[in-house]
Antibody, heavy 117, light 108 residues
């Protein structure tokens, strides 16, 4: 049974950074991609980027280039998403999702990141 | 970069009715690499359809997907009470992946 368990809610100041973790269990961690998708309050889903753990290669949506870093630790089957220079518009629920052939069958429970002074 | 536009924004229907949701891509989606998700309040999205028309495991057959190129459709043949939710399409044929803005199916 595949499970993705994310770290807990965060409250951050504008200009700071946040790092969210996503620990996978069940299945082979390195065989899949891990993507990060966010959802602002009352809004739709927004793809941020993904990593291929077996290669350690990440790619990002243009909108987040330079502000987001996605990494993966194969030894602990954990992926991380770090977003810097936070602003109020970054307040959202952040999801990790496991991709097999591009679609996302397994999702984390979501992590609420609130950016507020 | 492919942009997905879903219509309508909101669909007001009664249980038992048929729902037809549209997803239009700004460029052709290669190999029909399009998925549909259902999301209920406070929950993560749930995969319904991948490859434009293949149902994910455990998804009832009242959900069906069709289309190719730039035009895709999700059909719910007879709405059950649990089907009232927001639905998103997603393309995975090219990077960056992208989601549509969603269609809310609400009870009339």
């Amino acid at each position: 049974q595949v499970q993705l368990v994310q770290s807990g809610a965060e409250v951050k100041k504008p200009g700071s950074s946040v790092k969210v973790s996503c620990k996978a269990s069940g299945g082979t961690f390195s065989s899949y991609t891990i993507s990060w998708v966010r959802q602002a309050p009352g809004q739709g889903l927004e793809w941020m980027g993904r990593i291929i753990p077996i290669l350690g290669i990440a790619n990002y949506a243009q909108k987040f280039q330079g502000r987001v870093t996605i990494t993966a630790d194969k030894s602990t089957s954990t992926a991380y998403m770090e977003l810097s220079s936070l602003r109020s518009e970054d307040t959202a629920v952040y999801y990790c999702a496991r991709g097999s052939s591009g679609w996302y069958l397994h999702w984390g429970q979501g992590t609420l990141v609130t950016v507020s002074s | 970069e492919i942009v997905l536009t879903q219509s309508p924004g909101t669909l007001s229907l009664s249980p038992g009715e048929r729902a037809t949701l549209s997803c239009r891509a700004s460029q052709s989606v290669s190999s029909s690499y399009l998925a549909w998700y259902q999301q209920k309040p406070g929950q993560a999205p749930r995969l319904l359809i991948y490859g434009a028309s293949s149902r994910a495991t455990g998804i009832p057959d009242r959900f069906s997907g069709s289309g190719s190129g730039t035009d895709f459709t999700l059909t719910i043949s007879r709405l059950e009470p649990e089907d009232f939710a927001v639905y998103y399409c997603q393309q995975y044929g090219s990077s960056p992946r992208a989601f549509g803005q969603g269609t809310k199916v609400e009870i009339k």
